[in-house]
């Protein structure tokens, strides 16, 4: 009964507000866990008043809350065991009362961390983790040091630390992190017998090499210079010594080495676990090697170091070794792999700017390529932060010296590691295109630069590996070409920025080292040092690569507007400085041709480019196109149109397409004859016959499958287009009504009768397939004259295609195509010859044939093999006519892709014209010709694209915005146009073209009603006139739908009428 009463009393004696101070401690939050602990030593620990039992117990709570892996108990726990035992420091000096002794801590630091026998795996770390935090709650809390420092105590403390360490190497960083921070700062108030204790004691454990013990003797140095350590410890009496760098490498590395040496405590202690994390010492061992790299000590200054100065390891020797041959060695393991990287991104954030360059070795360079493109995919992340680490260091907004060269060599690294490939597109990333984007002028520059030289000096002994390497470095200079030129065009549209002047340098700069090798002949070498930069470096077979680059570069530049036209002009104008150095290029000229070529020079070089305007010009369409979804183009001049035809002339000429000579005269005659006409001041239409005239070499252009000749097409036209007659606009349209096959592409190319002798194959096909046997048995008999009818007949039919493939495309398809004919007609004879039974005759065997024809014919057949012989040559036939008629097919299909192409490209000619001259009388005049092709084009794209071109032109065409009419010639032509309009469509076609005749009709209507209120009773009557033929024709196929638009507009134009 007394001992129930007793234990009643001792649950009621229960501290509430005890407990809730130690549940406190281990909540999550920080305020909360130091309010607990402001309240423990404020109010429930007071010193002078609290017993020395009590005192003890909350020691040994605070110490068992240590091993508790609940919340943030170990933070909580520790902050007011650090506290508490700094407050029985300040009572023990100022106070000759019984206090806790720092031998009684150690001893509670061990009893109540120690795991106790048969407690489970997680239970066991829980206290072992718990003893770490213990013994850095006692250093901190300075209880071993100051007046009445027990050095025993604290060699006891060491040895329970380096026990743990060696017993349970996966905390042995946690270990040395906490003698490593006493060591280290000045809070602690280490004395200098402690330290060198420390490294007595690792040495003797040891524990000395370990990154753990580099990282201690190191700051031991740093903190007491004069300090003399123990000279066992090291090979060279430091770690960082040059001989001893392979040491340092396994140690850094962290792997168990044993080494043939007389001493065995030289030995390297690795760990038993890899952690993601990069080691602490790393970073206490770079900032040493940079202190000895960037600060190189006068002679005889630093006498007490251990070693002098140039035997430390300098970073370049540090950078090879320990990371180079070691982390990134082909037999290291992934996560080795990833510890250099860290490693290196860590050395782009901290080290001194000059010593970057060291860091792009070819190991590390190969490994950064290999882990980016690499399965695994934390080590894939590592190499992609390094690269994004990298990236941030070279486009950084404030600039600093070597940078370009950083950038050069850091391109040139990553280029060799993958052999001058496209580095993007092997590894999988966009690394060079996202610092190609970012970069700055000077980055720009230097990898510019580095580019440039590696392709002029790219010659290898093997011809094929030079080729790719050229190749892979002309690509990689387009893409970063495209790249700025894309940054020209947002900096034009987001108003933002405005462009460097030694960027635009620096762009023109690579398009002329294209344009010489593409314009200077290959033979052409000085004997003068000043052109010896000149010489073509690359190899033929890169020069047409080069040219088609420089094309695309030139497509691109002109979407910046008069800015990529100034880029055009002052590009192509590099080759008259070539000429003028007396550069051979390779084009040679007559002297009719030169005289020619001279004045469109001189005239190229007298229009004048204002750059100044780009920006403003730009922008200013840039504002009217923020509410549309595509951005509007702005128009370039007559004079920058005309700037752009006469460049693109010279570069074809000069590119070695000599056939634009012609069309260079005809451009010089008819802008002299207006150049004549203004001078003299003689009213003519001199300028709308030149933008005719030019309306026909544009239509030449857009037949050529070029997306260069695609784009300046159209920005030419957009300059010339005010001056455009419907003349000009009437070439244009004519192409819209080619027939889409092989006829339309004969009469719109002037070529040889396909058509008809296409029929006439297919016809003989067809007649050959229907042969009876006897008639082919027959035709067979007689080998020798048909046979060589046979072959004559063929040859004609192949001379026959071989001009119309003239007629359709370039020398190299021609070529191709005799080849496939000839290969076409060796299987068919060797064919036949199987079927006879025979082999085919050489010249050799004509004679012998002849002279054996009398003793032949007498060899006759019976009728079983004249049947066998009769199934098989049936066989070669039919196999021959089915690959003729393959071959039309193929025919046909590439003619009306071919047709299908150049209207397309009219179309975009078309879409151009109404959005700039929309309020031009001109534009009512291309209505019909989309409206037709809507109705009888067979490729639904094309449809499909004139609706959608109709539509937008009647969109916009509101209000003031509609065509003007302003005299009376004009209003009667669009009253034709209307009155056509409503023919087509009561025409049959589909509903796209029904609505779009529709729309066309209104938007007539408005002009003419706009120019004279007055039409409306002609528009009214062109209605009435189509609803009755509606009515009373019955082929009149026009739809509902067109007078219910007509009605709702009535309806809306009515108030302005009855005003």
């Known amino acids: 009964m007394g001992t129930d009463t007793a234990s009643k009393k001792r649950k009621r004696e229960v501290d509430v507000e005890l407990v809730k101070v130690y549940e406190d401690l281990a909540d999550n939050q920080e305020e909360v866990r130091l309010a607990a602990a402001h309240t423990l030593l404020s109010k429930i620990y007071k010193p002078g008043i609290t017993s020395h039992e009590q005192t003890l117990t909350i020691l040994k709570r605070l110490f068992r809350g240590l091993c508790s892996s609940r919340k943030s108990a170990r933070l909580g726990f520790s902050v007011a065991l650090t506290e508490l035992l700094s407050q029985l420091t300040t009572a023990a000096a100022d106070s000759s009362e019984s206090v806790v002794s720092p031998s009684v801590v150690i001893d509670i630091l061990e009893a109540q961390t120690l795991p106790e026998k048969g407690t489970s795996g997680q239970d066991e770390r829980d206290h072992y983790f718990g003893r770490v935090f213990g013994a850095d709650a006692v250093l901190k809390s300075k209880i071993l040091f100051g007046k009445k420092a027990d050095q025993n105590q604290f060699k006891r403390l060491l040895d329970i630390i380096c026990a743990l360490a060696i017993k349970k190497p996966w905390l042995r960083q946690e270990c040395g992190w906490v003698l490593y921070n006493c060591t280290l700062y000045d809070y602690y108030e280490l004395p200098l017998p402690f330290s060198l204790l420390i490294c007595e004691q690792l040495a003797a454990n040891k524990l000395i090499r370990t990154p753990e013990g580099v990282a201690i003797w190191l700051a031991t ?631 054996n024809s009398e003793s032949s014919s007498d060899a006759d057949m019976d009728d079983d093999e004249m049947m066998q012989l009769d199934s098989k040559l049936a066989e070669v036939f039919r196999a021959r006519s089915e690959q003729q008629s393959k071959n039309k097919k193929n025919e046909a299909k590439e003619a009306k892709e071919t047709i299908v192409n150049f209207k397309n490209r009219v179309l975009d000619l078309i879409d151009s014209y109404l959005k700039h001259q929309a309020q031009k009388p001109l534009s009512l005049d291309l209505i019909l010709p989309l409206l037709r092709l809507v109705r009888t084009t067979p490729t639904k794209q094309l449809a499909n694209r004139a609706c959608s071109i109709l539509q937008q032109f009647c969109s916009r065409c509101k209000g003031p915005n509609a065509p003007e009419l302003l005299d009376d010639s004009s209003r009667e032509h669009a009253i034709e146009i209307l009155k056509l309009i409503h023919e087509e469509a009561g025409m049959e076609s589909s509903h796209a073209h029904s609505n779009a005749a529709s729309l066309s009709s209104i938007l007539v209507a408005k002009a003419l009603v706009r120019a004279s209120p007055s039409d409306i009773k002609i528009v009214v009557e062109i209605y009435a006139s189509t609803r009755l033929r509606q009515l009373t024709d019955k082929k009149c196929r026009i739809v509902s739908g067109f007078f219910t638009d007509w009605n709702n507009w009535c309806q809306s134009i009515r108030a302005k009428l009855v005003e």
Request: some cysteine; overall charge negative; hydrophobic content about 40%.
């Open 221 to 851: 140095t740093r903190r007491f210079p004069n300090a003399k350590l123990p000279k066992s410890a090291w090979k060279s009496g430091h770690p960082l010594a040059k001989k001893d760098v392979n040491i340092l490498a396994d140690i850094l590395k962290d792997a168990r080495i044993e080494r043939a040496e007389a001493d065995g405590d030289l030995k390297s202690q690795g760990t038993a676990r890899w952690s993601a994390k990069l080691h602490f010492a790393w970073d206490v061992v770079l900032a040493e090697i940079f202190g000895n790299t960037s600060k190189r000590p006068e002679n005889g200054s630093d006498v007490n170091s251990s070693i002098r100065n140039k035997d430390k390891l300098p970073f370049d020797l540090f950078w090879k070794v320990v990371v180079d041959e070691s982390l990134f060695a082909p037999a290291s393991s992934a996560e080795r792999k990833s510890w250099g990287f860290s490693l290196w991104e860590k050395i782009f954030e901290t080290a001194p700017r000059e010593l970057l360059n060291y860091t792009f070795t070819s190991r590390a360079s190969h490994c950064l390529a290999n882990s980016l493109k690499s399965t695994e995919r934390f080590l894939q992340r590592s190499a992609l932060r390094l690269t994004q680490v990298i990236q941030a260091c070279l486009t950084n907004v404030e600039p600093w010296d070597q940078r370009a060269n950083l950038a050069g060599i850091y391109v040139r690294a990553l280029l060799q590691s993958v052999s001058f490939g496209d580095f993007d597109h092997i590894t999988k990333s966009k690394t060079l295109q996202n610092l190609f984007e970012g970069a700055t002028w000077d980055v720009l520059e230097g990898i510019s630069s580095a580019l440039t030289d590696l392709l002029t000096s790219s010659h290898e002994q093997d011809t094929k590996s030079t080729l790719l390497q050229q190749k892979g470095l002309v690509n990689l200079q387009w893409k970063l070409l495209s790249a700025r030129l894309r940054r020209w065009e947002q900096l034009q549209i987001s108003q933002v920025d405005t462009i460097d002047d030694k960027e635009k340098a620096l762009i023109s700069g690579v398009l002329q080292l294209w344009l010489r090798e593409v314009c200077i002949s290959p033979t052409w070498a000085s004997s003068q040092n000043l052109n010896r930069d000149m010489w073509p470096k690359l190899l033929p077979e890169v020069r047409d690569f080069v040219k088609e680059r420089l094309s695309l570069s030139f497509e691109q530049a002109l979407k910046l507007g008069p800015l990529g036209c100034w880029l055009l002009k002052h590009v192509i104008l590099h080759i008259r400085e070539l000429e003028v150095l007396d550069i051979q290029m390779t084009a040679a000229f007559e002297d009719d041709v030169k005289a020619i070529v001279e004045t469109a020079w001189q005239s190229l070089a007298d229009i004048p480019i204002n750059t100044q305007t780009v920006s403003t010009a730009s922008r200013a369409a840039a504002k009217a196109s923020k509410t549309s979804k595509t951005p509007t183009r702005t128009a370039l001049s007559s004079s920058e149109g005309l700037c752009l035809l006469y460049a693109l002339l010279l570069f074809q000429i000069y590119s070695g397409e000599i056939e634009a000579v012609q069309i260079l005269q005809e451009v010089l005659e008819n802008w002299g004859r207006r150049k004549d006409n203004q001078k003299s001041k003689v009213p003519t239409d001199s300028g709308q016959e030149s933008a005719d005239a030019i309306m026909e070499i544009l239509l030449s252009f857009l037949s050529k499958p070029s997306k260069f000749l695609r784009r300046i097409t159209v920005q030419i036209f957009d300059a010339f287009a005010p001056s455009i007659t419907a003349t000009g606009l009437e070439s244009m349209c004519r192409i819209l009504e080619t027939k889409e096959n092989l006829r339309g592409q004969q009469e719109m190319f002037e070529a040889g009768d396909i058509g008809d002798e296409g029929e006439e194959h297919l016809a003989s096909d067809s007649e050959m397939e229907d042969l009876d046997s006897d008639v082919e048995v027959g035709f067979v008999s007689e080998s020798g004259e048909s046979s060589e009818k046979e072959d004559s007949a063929s040859t004609s039919t192949s001379d026959d295609s071989a001009e119309t493939s003239d007629a359709e495309s370039a020398d190299s398809q021609e070529s191709a195509d005799d080849e496939a004919e000839d290969e076409e007609l060796a299987a068919f004879d060797a064919l036949l010859a199987s079927a006879l039974g025979t082999r085919r005759l050489n010249e050799g065997d004509l004679n012998a044939a002849s002279d």
